[in-house]
């Protein structure tokens, strides 16, 4: 089987300038990394053991780290534990800072058996705890991505299904308040086969995949009493390409079924090969360097 890798890459012109030893990091080998962040220059790696006894393998339960690329100081929360008697369980992941208290937060939100659990590990306390606020269960809330936290929120893509429709709609955790909110997602006149949340140029935005290959991006308006959506751009893509990163500059980063990545620019359609192959099912993440110190 292949194991995930994390390479650090130059922001200006994404060439390579590096590997990370992820085992040296998680302590272990991982498979399934997700990353969370950046939030002040610190990531959240989200994996699970690669466990393996003769043929069959283990990975009973999840592992975190948090991580500083500028300083490579990493710390890991207390283990959790899956129910593997719960074959219906699924977790949902959020990272970002309590500006209230300068700590920074984990959400891990649980659904099992028409369920939900949401807990909250805090850096300063390095424990996990179980809040009283909780999505509704029957909402089904999407892993980001992309970047999706921003001023002491972290945001989500979720929908529910009612009367065989299905509603979709924005879903924030306040870090400081723990509490969830939600902002119903603008209206469509065309089949949607879904979206993304990500944060761009110090916004919210709404990535929304069309038919065809086209892609919507609405920009959420914080400033007034009510929150509403603009439509920024309509973006068409290369055929059999696959949208890995939005850039702020507008350019957007792109991988295909043989692991390459290129850049593309969508107003002149132009093309440019990274020569980064064999990657697999990328994320990419732009980030700036700080000195935060993660062991107090």
Known sequence: MGYPRVSTLSNENLELSGDVDLEQLFHLRVGGLTVLGPCNGILCLSGAPSLTYGEREFDDYELLVLWNPATRESKIPPTIHRQLDMPDLTSTFGFGFDPNTNDYKVVRILNFDSQCEVLVYSLSADSWRVIDSSPNPSYFIRSTCFP????????????????????????????????????????????SCGGQIAVINESVALIR??????????????????????????????????????????????????RCLVSYDPTTQQLWDLQIYDAGFPQLFSYTESLVSLNG
């Not at 921003?150 to 065989?164: E, I, Q, S, T």
């Not at 892609?215 to 290369?238: A, F, I, N, Q």
């Not at 850039?247 to 957007?252: A, I, W």
């Open 148 to 191: 999706s936290y921003l001023n002491g929120f972290h945001h989500w893509w979720g929908y529910v299904k009612k009367d065989n429709m299905k509603h979709q709609f924005l879903i924030s955790f306040d870090m400081g308040n723990e509490v969830f909110q939600e902002v119903p997602l603008p209206p469509t006149e065309e089949y």
């Open 209 to 258: 995949e069309l038919e065809r290959g086209r892609y919507e991006k609405w920009v959420l308006d914080d400033s007034g009493v009510e929150r509403s959506w603009t439509k920024k751009l309509t973006m068409v893509l290369p055929s059999l390409w696959h949208l890995t990163q939005l850039r702020g500059d507008d350019l957007v980063v792109l991988s295909d079924s043989d």
